[in-house]
């Protein structure tokens, strides 16, 4: 069973335009929720993350926001550049139960940012 | 960065072989994890390791084993290689419970 969803295998967003990711998770214990981004060939690199006692957490281009009862979270990416074209994983965690049993993966999304 | 290297980052081995991948850290973190990568499933947590000599199970732990004699350096071992064991390996790391920070991978194909 699939504890973290990513439903959309692939997105096409227009430069300059804004990017939503989105992502579902079923395990009512996660409590810290990362966004990664990955290049073919290369390792995944972390962009961001949000804690459960927050609804929003911001850095730059990117917004994360999370909604408990709906069990949901999405990435906003605004503006979209063409360097953001890559696979972004969303992954969960336990951190009030130690959190070191590692990340809990979603499936990706691949971002296409068309010029 | 977290300074990670991963060897080798290309391997071709046939099935039946014992293969050993190596995961090499710099920042001394305490928390180092291995998970493989494939088409359709993500990122997979195989075996993770939470100081020297202390490991456990993953997600998808059967045919793999791991050693952490050193705080920089984590094992990987598939003792005799199979077809279904073709994927890219990932290592990270991290300091505490949280953000991880990962390693550039090792591609592994079993023939």
């Known amino acids: 069973d699939q504890q973290v969803k990513q439903n959309s295998p692939s997105l096409s967003v227009q ?18 929720f990362l966004w990664y ?69 979603g499936k990706g999304t691949h971002l296409i940012i068309q010029p | 960065d977290a300074g990670i290297t991963q060897s080798p980052r290309h391997k071709v081995t046939e099935t039946g072989t014992p293969v050993t991948l190596r995961c090499h850290q710099t920042e001394n973190h305490r928390y180092m994890y291995w998970y493989r990568q494939d088409p359709g499933h993500g990122l ?33 071992t598939l003792e005799s290689a199979t077809s279904s064991q073709t994927s890219v390996y990932f290592c990270a790391t991290s300091p505490l419970a949280g953000e991880q920070y990962f390693g550039p991978g090792t591609r592994l194909t079993v023939t």
Do not use: W
């Open chain 1, 15 to 32: 430069e300059g335009r804004i990017s939503i990711l989105n992502c579902d998770y079923t395990n009512s214990m996660f409590d810290y």
């Open chain 2, 44 to 76: 997979r947590l195989i075996h993770y390791s939470y100081g020297v000599k202390d490991t456990d199970k993953g997600e998808v732990s059967d045919g793999y084993s791991v050693s952490r004699s050193k705080t920089e350096d984590f094992l990987l």
């Open chain 1, 37 to 105: 981004k990955k290049y073919p060939a290369e390792g995944p690199t972390f962009l961001i993350s949000i804690s459960s006692i927050k609804d929003k957490n911001e850095d730059g281009r990117f917004t994360v926001f999370l909604n408990k009862s709906a069990k949901h979270l999405s990435l906003h990416i605004v503006p979209s550049q063409p360097g953001d074209s890559a696979v972004y994983f969303c992954a969960a965690s336990e951190l009030s139960g130690g959190g070191a049993d590692g990340l809990t993966f």
